[in-house]
C-alpha cells in the first residue's frame, strides 16, 4: 500500500490534519513529518513496536541509534535520565532549531533507540507541523531523515514518497524543507562537550556558547567508532560521487569510461560550459545546503552514474556541507 500524502500548511498547520496523524502514530503507525531540516521518519520513542517498525522501514542496522524530537526543554528533561547544566543553555540558546544533545538516557526510553547505549539524543525541531504533532501526541517521537538506509535525506513529501512510499502510512507534505542539511550533534555528556556530526547549526554559533566545544567530529569510519551510525558511507547517491576542482573538471569529464556515463557536475555560482547535465549550485553555504540533497535527488531520478563536485571553499561555514560530500563519495 503507498502512503497517503496530505497537504499541510508549514506555518499554520490544519488541526484536523494534525490530530489524524497523530492518532496513526498513537496506532503504532509511521508518519513521515517535515522539520527544518530534513523530513523525518516519524514513531513513537517510548514503544518498542513503534521504533522496531521504524528500523524496518529504513532497513536500518539495529546498531544505529535515533533521536527523539520533544516539543521543548521540559519534555527533553522529563525523558532524560539527568541533564547537565550545558544542555540547558545549549537548548535555551538553539531550541526549537538544529541542534541535538547527547544526554544520559531516562527509563521511560526504550533501549531500542539508544541501540543499547546509556546515552540518548534529543531534539526540539523548529518547524510548526512537527511541533504541533508532538503536543497533539504527547509522547516523544524518534525521527530518523525519512530515507532508506545510507540514502541521500529527503528535503521535500516527493522524496519520501519515492525512497519509502510503500512503508509509511502517513506523509505530511509542507513543501521543502528550510535548511536541507541534518541537525547538529552535541554530545554534553563527554568532557569537554563534543561535535558528534556537522550539521546545520554552525560551529561559530556554538563556540559562541560553548567555547571548549570539541570541534572535530570523529572521523568516519575510523576504529573503534567513537559514534554508533557514523558510517564513513552516507548520505550516497546511486550515482558515484567525486568531489574535484574546478581547473580539472573538464579533464576529468572528457576522460570518463562509458560506463561512467552519464555524468553531471555540480558547480559553484556561474556553470562553467561543458558537455555534461551541469547545475550551478549557491555560494552561499546555506542556500547551497537547501539544495544539495534536492539536486542530488534529481540526478539520481535522471540515472547519472557520475557526478563531479567543484570542491567547497575550506572555511567553517561549508564544514557541514563538506562532511556530506565526503560521505556521499566514500567507496561502498
Ligand atoms: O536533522 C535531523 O537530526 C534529522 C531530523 C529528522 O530531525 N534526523 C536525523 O536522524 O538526522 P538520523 O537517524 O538520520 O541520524 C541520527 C544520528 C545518527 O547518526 C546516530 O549515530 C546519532 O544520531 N545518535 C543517536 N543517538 C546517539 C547517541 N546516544 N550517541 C551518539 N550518537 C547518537
Ligand atoms: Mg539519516
Not at 514503544?47 to 535515533?66: C, T
Not at 574546478?246 to 556515463?261: D, F, I, M
Request: charged letters at 20%; hydrophobic letters at 45%; aromatic letters at 4%.
Amino acid at each position: 500500500m503507498t502512503a497517503r500524502v496530505v497537504q499541510v500548511d508549514a506555518t499554520h498547520p490544519d488541526p484536523e490534519v494534525v490530530g489524524a496523524a497523530a492518532r496513526i502514530l498513537l496506532a503504532g503507525g509511521l508518519v513521515a513529518m517535515p522539520t527544518e531540516t530534513v523530513y523525518g521518519l516519524a514513531g513513537l520513542a517510548d514503544r518498542e513496536d513503534s521504533l522496531a517498525r521504524i528500523f524496518a522501514a529504513k532497513g536500518r542496522p539495529a546498531s544505529h541509534p535515533l533521536i527523539a524530537h520533544v516539543p521543548d526543554l521540559p519534555a527533553a528533561r522529563r525523558i532524560a535520565g539527568a541533564w547537565p547544566p550545558l544542555a540547558t543553555r545549549l537548548a535555551a540558546e538553539f531550541w526549537p532549531g538544529p541542534l541535538t544533545l547527547v544526554v544520559p538516557r531516562g527509563p521511560s526510553i526504550p533501549r531500542m533507540l539508544t541501540a543499547g547505549l546509556d546515552t540518548m539524543a534529543v531534539r526540539a525541531p523548529d518547524h510548526a507541523v512537527a511541533l504541533a504533532l508532538l503536543h497533539a501526541v504527547g509522547h516523544p517521537l524518534a525521527a530518523p531523515s525519512a530515507n532508506p538506509y545510507q540514502r541521500v535525506s529527503p528535503t521535500t513529501a516527493a522524496h519520501v514518497l519515492e525512497g519509502l512510499g510503500e512503508r509509511v502510512d502517513l506523509i505530511l507534505d509542507a513543501g521543502p524543507c528550510r535548511l536541507g542539511i541534518e541537525s547538529t550533534i552535541v554530545d554534553v555528556t563527554s568532557d569537554p562537550p563534543r561535535i558528534l556530526r556537522l550539521g546545520s547549526l554552525g560551529l561559530d554559533q556554538l563556540h559562541a556558547v560553548v567555547p571548549d566545544l570539541l570541534a572535530e567530529p570523529p572521523r568516519a569510519g575510523s576504529h573503534p567508532a567513537p559514534a554508533p551510525g557514523m558510517a564513513a558511507r552516507h548520505y550516497a547517491p546511486r550515482a558515484r560521487l567525486r568531489i574535484v576542482r574546478r581547473a580539472a573538471l573538464a579533464e576529468l569529464l572528457a576522460a570518463l569510461q562509458p560506463e561512467e556515463r552519464p555524468a553531471a557536475v555540480l558547480a559553484f555560482g556561474r556553470a562553467p560550459r561543458l558537455a555534461a547535465e551541469v547545475r550551478a549550485l549557491p555560494q552561499d553555504p546555506e542556500r547551497y545546503g537547501r539544495q544539495l540533497f534536492a539536486v542530488l535527488h534529481e540526478l539520481d531520478a535522471l540515472q547519472v552514474r557520475t557526478v563531479l563536485v567543484e570542491e567547497p571553499p575550506d572555511d567553517t561555514a561549508w564544514a557541514a556541507i563538506r562532511d556530506r560530500l565526503r560521505r556521499a563519495s566514500a567507496a561502498e
